[in-house]
């Protein structure tokens, strides 16, 4: 299963918005699959760590 919630602290530590996320180039439709915990795709995950300048650590772990 995989796990967002470490996107929301790097976001939170970097200090950055959901809607600079939105402004950045990320779609609505996204932004709910993270925090619904779907899928994305790894070009989405690679958009959110140019974005955030981070690595996909940063974004996404996985769980049991």
Request: hydrophobic letters at 35%; one cysteine or more.
């Amino acid at each position: 299963m995989l796990d967002y919630s470490p996107l929301w602290e790097t976001m939170e530590r970097k200090g950055i918005s959901q809607y600079k996320l939105l402004r950045s180039g990320l779609d609505n439709k996204t932004l709910d699959s993270l925090k619904k915990g779907n899928n994305i795709t790894l070009l989405t995950l690679e958009k959110i760590c140019t974005i955030l300048d981070c690595t996909p650590n940063d974004v996404v772990s996985f769980k049991k």
